[in-house]
């Protein structure tokens, strides 16, 4: 039977809901948009009259597509070139979901997304489903098929991993903006010790180009191998020039709630440089220059009133 006017407003009243849910759990947008495509046809294929909770309904078929959708994405990881990070969304982006309690916002966070890389995909269910969206054990062990009992063992492994033993720091918009203008003004000083400064002791700073862009395979650790590196990677020359096609323009940001440098060229986003800031000092930069992660972010740029650049790169 096709999908009722009332039965498809239903579904797309849930759909923010369900992009952020995919979203935290895939790392990807373009990834988060066809689970949520296929929940919706999953919907239209439904003898909806017969479900009783739609948004029950809807959360179980999508969080087991994105539970299928990481144990094939584990393996496509093993292959892929470089350091894989999560796709970082803007600030202000609505797929970046609730951020109403401090608990919803870390659950977003750069620093967060990365680490659930270490989850196993039930375990990665389970904390976003708890923590980000605070959905009672019972309901979670409905969507994942378990028991209450184990839904609550579950979490508790889980947010132990996540935990790294740093208490990563609560920052508005215009804090965020200090941080990052002060770190930039360090980073184009040419002076590494200003730079050391700012950094934890064991920093470290991780790129990932996809294999499309140039970005070391290997992290950089500790403060001050940290702070050489981005002191070659902000001095100027004409030879970064023609590797990028001009001269882009720095900006000052947020993704994913966490301090950011953004980086645009004629208008499209060619990196984005997370900071994750501790009561320390700035414990790691984590750098997104694969161009198929940015697209989205190229998209939401472009639709912002950002104003104007810090400076010019290069």
Not at 1 to 6: D, E, G, I, S, V
Not at 25 to 39: I, K, P
Not at 268 to 277: F, K
Request: aromatic fraction near 6%; glycine fraction near 6%; include cysteine.
């Amino acid at each position: 039977m096709p999908l009722t006017a009332k039965d498809v407003d239903r579904f797309e009243a849930s759909r923010p809901r369900l992009e952020a849910i995919a979203y935290r759990l895939l790392g990807s947008s373009a990834e988060a948009e066809d689970a949520v495509q296929e929940t919706f046809l999953r919907w239209q294929a439904a003898d909806v009259e017969r479900v009783e909770v739609p948004e029950a309904w809807l959360t179980k078929v999508l969080t087991n597509l994105c539970l299928n959708q990481l144990t094939s994405a584990r393996a496509r990881r093993e292959t892929y070139v470089g350091q894989w990070l999560p796709e970082p969304l803007l600030g202000g982006d609505p797929m970046l979901g609730p951020a109403d309690t401090a608990e919803q916002r870390e659950s977003v966070s750069y620093a967060v997304l990365t680490l659930m890389e270490r989850l196993s995909p039930s375990e990665r269910a389970v904390y976003m489903l708890r923590e980000a969206f605070d959905y009672p054990h019972r309901e979670i062990a409905e969507i994942l098929d378990i028991s209450e009992a184990a839904s609550q063992q579950i979490f508790h492994r889980a947010k132990k991993h996540v935990a790294d033993g740093r208490a990563r720091a609560a920052i508005d918009e215009a804090a965020a903006r200090r941080i990052v203008e002060e770190f930039l003004a360090a980073a184009t000083s040419g002076r590494t010790e200003q730079l050391v400064r700012l950094l934890t002791e064991d920093a470290t700073s991780i790129g990932d180009g996809g294999g499309k862009v140039p970005a070391r395979a290997k992290a950089f650790e500790g403060a001050v191998a940290v702070a050489k590196f981005l002191r070659g990677l902000f001095r100027p020359g004409e030879a970064k020039r023609a590797l990028v096609g001009g001269t882009p323009e720095v900006q000052a940001w947020t993704a994913n709630g966490e301090p950011a440098v953004v980086v645009v060229l004629n208008g499209r986003v060619i990196g984005i440089m997370c900071l994750e800031v501790t009561a320390e000092g700035i414990a790691a930069l984590r750098n997104q220059v694969n161009p198929d992660k940015l697209e989205r972010a190229t998209a939401h740029w472009a639709a912002m009133d950002h104003g104007e650049p810090l400076f010019h790169a290069f």
